[in-house]
């Protein structure tokens, strides 16, 4: 299993970038997947999360809440944060992750994985 991100970037304060991730490999299903961050001195904190089993659900971050929307391409097994009015506070390397489940000796194995980090530099 491989999760490729793309679409970081530079982008002055009040500006969007859309960030994406596709997961591929041999994938039995996708139970979820989402975006930390992680800025210098401060902790890895998850930006956002969203659920595509069951009923569903999104999750965020207070501080991106009405700023950011993730969304999933099920088709494409692709997840999308769309950020829009980007903050100097927003700068860090962003990491998608996916809770995927595969197929091990014909046997479910649900396991994380994770993508490799896009920089977001907002400038002021």
């Known amino acids: 299993v491989q999760l490729q991100a793309s679409g970081g970037g530079l982008v002055q304060a009040g500006g969007s970038l859309r960030l994406s991730c596709v997961a591929s490999?041999?994938?039995?299903?996708?139970?979820?997947m989402g975006w930390y961050r992680r800025s210098p001195g401060k902790q890895r904190e998850l930006v956002a999360e969203i659920i595509t089993i069951n009923r569903g659900g999104t999750e965020y971050l207070d501080s991106v809440k009405d700023r950011f929307f993730i969304s999933w391409d099920n088709a494409k097994k692709t997840v999308y944060l769309q950020m829009n009015n980007l903050k100097p506070e927003d700068t860090a390397v962003y990491f998608c992750y996916a809770d995927i489940t595969i197929i091990e000796n014909t046997s479910p194995k649900r396991g994380n994985y994770w993508g490799q980090g896009t920089q977001v530099t907002v400038s002021s």
């Open positions: 490999g041999d994938i039995f299903s996708i139970n979820g």
